[in-house]
DNA sequence: CAGTTGTTTCAGTATGGACAGAAATATAAG
DNA sequence: CTTATATTTCTGTCCATACTGAAACAACTG
């Protein structure tokens, strides 16, 4: 450790310009979280979830960790708080920003970038959704579509095959527009048909022809 | 190739039980699916689809061959025209049962099981849901439940940090009661929900309090 | 009961992806 | 320009899991 030639109160009356010594800097790099025993397991079993859902271990339990944290922090201390490569971090904190589910701030006097997670619970599964449509479902579907005209068009393929796939395709359309439809509206009027539920069918004309 | 001392025709006028000869027997293992191009990448791409959602890919390919071939189809002839050990297919079927996505029917004078897939790509995704809420999401709430109660009594633990994992708890369970409602309405009542999509907003008292 | 056919279990192998650590690159400060 | 610091890329290793083929097991037939 070398401290350069700094001293506190040396700014020369700079305005927004702020300076920290490295001593200053050194300290604060030293600060690794400490978590608390329901904290961890609440990031292991996130790490555990998302692994089994395709997203991998290190990549949701940094998520978990930001989002418990509520504070930006840095690549470092996430590195050192779950003892992952710094590398690793560097490369799960891109995916994560892919998906839209962090966020980086600026620290005054600092270099570093500091995450931090988007805090509000029904946003981040929304954009977790939003993100595999893009991602996986909307891929297939267009596959699907090439199939399916491959198929009607093949008359090495039977009649009925070609039309399973049509209608799987049909089905995941459906699925596909129904959900665009809910995400387009206002998250006021999401949350109150989530918390309807069923009743919702009650306001359904009676003879439902649909 | 060997031939026992059966022939036809002498199955001394039983009525119901219907026998065949080796020979036929053997004809009939030989017949393996011949698939179309549109169908083979049919396979591939839900197989690989799978793959990305936790499914592994011959469980995948197996459901998506049964369920193009539309008809009831043995073990055997599944492992032949996809190219996968006999032994895979059976563990992959087994799966497959699990999810309830197939059944296995019998053939007259066939001693071995034949699989084929449920029809209905509606209940088909209803299945395949309900798998994973049974296998995953609900272990996870659970697991949850008695992290956040640790979180709270625990003086270790911020009480921002155990709001926050209240709060994902709450939101899961929500999440959840809201599918078990819709679960249970009636199909008919479902597909209406779906193909109404976002009209059904409209439904909703104009000044929504929740 | 012996022989045949079908199914499952098991143990070893292979493959894909996650990960660590080093090297390279970029950015800022003096 | 030099040095310090932050970040990314790259390469090899390790591990989990899928998968195969053989062997054990079970069920049925004559």
């Known amino acids: 450790m070398n401290f350069p030639a700094f001293r506190h109160g040396n700014n020369s009356g700079l305005d927004f ?6 001593f200053c800097l050194n300290r ?28 991998n271990r290190s990549v949701a339990q940094i998520h978990a960790l930001l989002y418990l944290a509520g504070k930006p922090i840095t690549a470092e201390e996430i590195a050192e708080t779950l003892s992952i490569a710094r590398s690793n971090v560097s490369n799960s904190l891109r995916e994560l920003q892919g998906w839209r589910l962090i966020e980086t701030t600026s620290v005054l006097g600092d270099r570093r970038d500091h995450f931090i997670a988007i805090a509000d619970g029904m946003e981040m599964a929304k954009r977790i959704v939003e993100g595999r449509r893009q991602r996986e479902f909307l891929p297939t579907l267009s596959a699907l579509e090439g199939m399916v005209k491959a198929a009607k068009a093949d008359k090495a393929t039977s009649r ?3 039309n399973r796939m049509a ?12 959900y665009r439809e809910m995400n387009a509206l206002s998250p006021k009027v999401q949350s109150g048909l989530l918390r309807m539920g069923a009743r919702i069918a009650k306001l359904l004309p009676t003879s439902d022809k649909g």
């Open 17 to 22: 310009a702020v300076h920290f010594c490295n």
């Open 28 to 55: 604060k790099k030293k600060s690794i979280m400490t978590l608390s025993e329901p904290e961890q397991s609440f990031i292991l079993h996130w790490g555990e979830m998302g692994s089994r859902w395709g997203v």
């Open 160 to 162: 009925e095959s070609a």
């Open 167 to 178: 209608s799987t395709l049909a089905l995941m359309e459906q699925a596909d527009s129904w």
